[in-house]
């Protein structure tokens, strides 16, 4: 089934009717620890509609003076190497001005360090480049220790550098990155803190990311409360990284809605690490080779909900913890338009719900295992099984003939606590749900004839 099509026959899940949907605190990071208990338990309804937060503070809050680039004898003609006339000009104007880059094509051979207080804004992406000298330091802008800073209207340009790191974030506070282009170069944006400062505040918002190596945007330890938001990635490729995406959370407080991923080589969100939490992932459109959202080994209280998701190797949503850990995640009204694997893949975790997706056409891929091939899986790992979850109210479909979807729902590993019910499940080759093992009590599972629970098991009519 096709987007168009699904669109057409179960209606467009629009960006509005999902952050309707959500409690406050999924739109600023996730849902809070006990969400996750109250739906299961069918307490109350998902809450009023909240925007996502922006930062706060001087780059946007106040007009604004600026000192233009051509007045201190700087000029973008593509040749003449910029970066100590730059570095003046952002020492030498007033606080509180902005640095304009009139059109042309500026050139750096080495680090441009912007301090707090002095935005750096281009004509516009269009007409206002800053490239990397060829063989130059790979970091071209840094930002270290500063606040209130707002980069707007320029292509970063990476030049001939295979590693080039167009904009490093370290500790900083109230910065805005938006209405850029980042192309030729490896992660383009990289917030982190290398010392006990804070790293947080952070919007990275209509910006458009090519030739991409690794990942377009990498959120690192120590940074928190960050809006990724309506931003457009058209390739990202293997570098050095063993597991490259377009989106790399390691944070709190992380907040990824309306993106466009129109390729990656292997994941599009990866949400990864223990001290990683409250991150939501909501109305992005992604497609990737290997799995489209990735969260766990460690990560938890996720919201994955209201996306279009497309793999062509791999598991479209993948939810996994080696130490059979506790997840706090919901992933719910995506559609999974096709994935070469099982639409989503549950390994080793606990605390989760899967409800209200469009699953369409997994299994894709050839020669895979049945375990791999179904709509939803749930297995363990060493730390042991799936248990506390709920999968319910999904429409599992195999349509396509290249679909070879063995199950609508599998389940090899689980542990106690399993619910699952009100699921639709066409076209699997065997069964629409399959348990392989016991479960141990509490549960309660509808397959295609039976209602089996703790205590009965009834043949359903």
């Known amino acids: 089934m096709t987007e168009s099509e699904a669109d057409t026959r179960f209606g467009r899940i629009s960006r509005r ?16 620890g006990g969400a996750i208990g109250q739906s299961v338990n069918g307490g109350g309804t998902l809450g009023a509609r909240v925007e996502p937060a922006t930062t706060t503070g001087s780059p946007l809050s106040r007009a604004r003076s600026f000192s233009d680039a051509h007045s201190f004898g ?3 003609d593509g040749t003449t190497d910029q970066a100590a006339a730059l ?40 007409s206002t480049t800053l490239r990397l000298l060829d063989e130059a330091e790979p970091t071209f802008v840094l930002l270290s220790g500063e606040a209130g800073i707002r980069i707007s209207g320029i292509a970063f340009d990476g030049g001939q550098n ?12 109230d910065i805005v990155i938006e209405d850029c282009t980042f192309t030729r170069m490896g992660h383009a944006v990289h917030l982190y803190s290398s010392t006990t400062a804070s790293c947080s505040g952070i919007t990275v918002r209509n910006n458009r990311f090519s030739l991409i190596e690794d990942f377009a945007v990498r959120v690192t330890e ?16 293997k570098g050095e990284a063993p597991s490259p995406a377009a989106f790399y959370i390691r944070g709190v407080d992380v907040t990824v809605v309306g993106n466009t991923v129109e390729s990656s080589a292997d994941t599009g969100v990866l949400v990864a690490g223990p001290e990683t939490r409250n991150v939501t992932v ?17 990560a938890s209280h996720g919201t994955i909900v209201g996306n279009t998701l497309f793999s062509e190797r791999d598991f479209g949503v993948h939810l996994f913890d080696r130490e059979g850990g506790s997840i706090s995640t919901i992933v719910s009204q995506n559609h999974l338009l096709s994935s070469g694997k099982s639409g989503v893949q549950v390994e080793g975790v606990s605390d989760f719900i899967i409800s209200s997706n469009l699953i369409s056409d997994p299994g894709t891929r050839t020669g895979q295992k049945v375990q791999w091939r179904c709509g939803v899986t749930l297995t363990s790992t060493d730390g042991g099984g799936a248990a506390s979850f ?3 109210g999904n429409i599992i479909l ?28 066409r076209g699997a080759l065997a069964e629409g749900v399959r348990l392989e093992q016991d479960l141990r009590a509490p549960y309660y599972v509808e397959t295609d004839d039976a209602i089996i629970t703790s205590r009965t098991v009834s043949t359903r009519r």
């Open 162 to 173: 295979d590693l080039a790191v167009s904009l490093q974030v370290d500790g900083c506070t």
């Open 282 to 298: 909501v109305g992005n459109r992604m497609r990737t080779t290997l799995v489209t959202v990735f969260l766990g080994s460690g």
């Open 390 to 392: 709920v999968v319910s």
């Open 74 to 76: 700087i000029v973008g």
């Open 17 to 32: 009717t999902v952050l309707a949907s959500l409690p406050a605190s999924a739109l600023v990071g996730g849902f809070a």
């Open 398 to 425: 195999s349509e396509d003939s290249s679909s070879q979807m063995n199950y609508g729902i599998l389940v090899t590993g689980a542990a106690e606590g399993a619910h699952i019910v009100s699921n639709v499940v």
């Open 222 to 237: 120590g940074v928190s409360s960050v809006l990724i938001e309506n931003n457009t990635v058209a390739d990202v490729s």
């Open 87 to 126: 570095n003046a000009m952002i020492s030498d104007v007033p606080d509180g001005h902005d640095v304009l880059l009139p059109a042309g094509e500026y050139v750096v051979g080495s680090r441009l360090r912007l301090r707090s207080g002095i935005n750096l804004i281009g004509s516009g992406a269009g």
